[in-house]
């Protein structure tokens, strides 16, 4: 965004990093992501087979609906510091609210499907509710006003099924808050559409290209945070045996692989790849699907991390084998796709690492946890080395973003 453009505003050559408030609302988040890590682990591991009435099918989905909803409002954070200066007052309070409303949702987030909903909703609604409305009054007669109503009026509409789904029965909370947001991320990739009010078209919106790849790098990282921090936890509750000792060196490597996978270049220069493109915003609203799906990747890993921490050598249940594998596979595919939004192109060693952990899950079903997280833990190793060999001797890649 251009200083002198009309807008109050107004992002400035100087405020296009993260600012101290912005990094102290993400630490919100590495509470909030062990809170979801802490829900499924009491899912799957304390009732595996689903015998209070939750199959690992549906509270997996459950708990996935409460990460959306918390990458719903860190998101809509990101986006707004980084299409607006961050260090203005009315931007301040804005991120104030989204910080106390996440704090809240992590709070309630093991009970938010049980006694807790109300407050999960009222936070998430809050926060969802009061971005557009404080920015429709903080641009005055600003042509961006347009958006932020239309913003504000899809908020209002599927704040009240989240309201509403808060009073009623698990079931039908859980399915009326899937809808609500499955309604707000359409309505985002659609450039909030509203019936006689238009759209707002990706292309028109500027932003701050190196200040949104910040951001997203940085809730990267918190994430990979997250996973330590669990491994840490977990292990440090149990017997210091051979094989939870095992599991714990195996978790710590793999954190540190996903690290090197994901800044081996591309994780890198994702801001240089914004700027680039002929359609920074585009290619940021990419950036940010590509970064969910690692996301969830991280937080797969980290409830596997728990599991086979505590249960090393144990016949296995299927959804354990689905969080320490398909874990690493979902980062691995959201690696992929990323390394197309800033190259261009995917290396092969991605998707052979896929197939090679992917093949054997039938076997691993009948081996215990520990088997499963070390041959995820060596696949990743062959991508890290397969990246180190192809960029060695050569320059650093500069990025080449198809948009």
């Not at 005055?140 to 908020?155: A, Q």
């Not at 359409?186 to 019936?195: I, N």
């Not at 918190?222 to 996973?227: H, M, P, W």
């Not at 192109?345 to 998707?351: A, G």
Request: proline share 6%; glycine share 8%; charged share 15%.
């Amino acid at each position: 965004m251009r200083a002198g453009d009309g807008n109050p505003l107004a992002m400035t050559r100087t405020s296009q990093r993260a600012t101290f408030l912005e990094l102290f609302f993400d630490l919100v988040y590495i509470f909030a992501l062990t809170r979801i890590s802490f829900r499924a682990f009491e899912d799957l591991a304390l009732d595996p087979r689903g015998t209070d009435g939750w199959s690992p099918i549906t509270g997996g989905g459950k708990t996935l609906l409460l990460l959306l909803a918390l990458w719903a409002v860190w998101q809509g954070t990101a986006w707004t510091t980084s299409r607006y200066d961050p260090r203005h007052s009315w931007l301040q309070t804005l991120v104030f609210i989204a910080l106390a409303a996440s704090m809240v949702m992590g709070v309630a987030i093991p009970r938010a499907l049980t006694t807790a909903g109300m407050a999960f909703a009222v936070a998430y609604v809050t926060a969802q509710v009061s971005r557009p409305a404080i920015l429709l009054l903080a641009l005055r007669r600003h042509p961006y006003r347009g958006l932020k109503l239309r913003m504000l009026i899809t908020f209002s509409v599927t704040g009240v099924l989240w309201i509403a789904g808060a009073l009623l029965p698990v079931g039908t909370r859980a399915a009326l808050w899937a809808l609500a947001l499955a309604l707000e991320y359409v309505a985002a990739r659609l450039d909030w559409p509203v019936p006689g009010m238009g759209r707002s078209p990706v292309s028109r919106w500027e932003i701050a290209g190196e200040h949104l790849a910040e951001r997203y790098q940085q809730f990267f990282l918190i994430a990979l945070g997250e996973t330590i921090l669990v491994t840490g936890l977990t292990y440090s509750t149990r017997s210091y045996d051979p094989a939870p000792t095992a599991a714990f060196a195996v978790a710590v490597v793999t954190s540190v692989l996903f690290w090197r996978i994901y800044t081996q270049r591309a994780g890198l220069i994702l801001a240089e790849a914004v700027t680039r493109s002929r359609r920074p915003a585009a290619t940021g609203r990419s950036a940010s699907d590509t970064h969910l799906v690692m996301v969830v990747g991280l937080v797969a890993t980290a409830i596997g991390y728990e599991l086979t921490i505590t249960y090393p050598l144990r016949h296995p249940e299927a959804a354990w084998i689905a969080m320490i594998i398909g874990g690493p596979v979902l980062f691995l595919a959201g690696r992929a796709r990323f390394e197309y939004e800033v190259f261009g192109r995917i290396s092969p060693s991605r998707w052979v690492a896929v197939g090679v952990m992917l093949v054997p899950v039938p076997w691993l079903m009948h081996a215990p946890p520990l088997l499963s997280a070390a041959l995820a833990a060596l696949v990743l190793a062959g991508v890290a080395v397969a990246d180190a060999r192809r960029a060695r001797g050569k320059p650093p890649e500069h990025a080449a973003p198809p948009m």
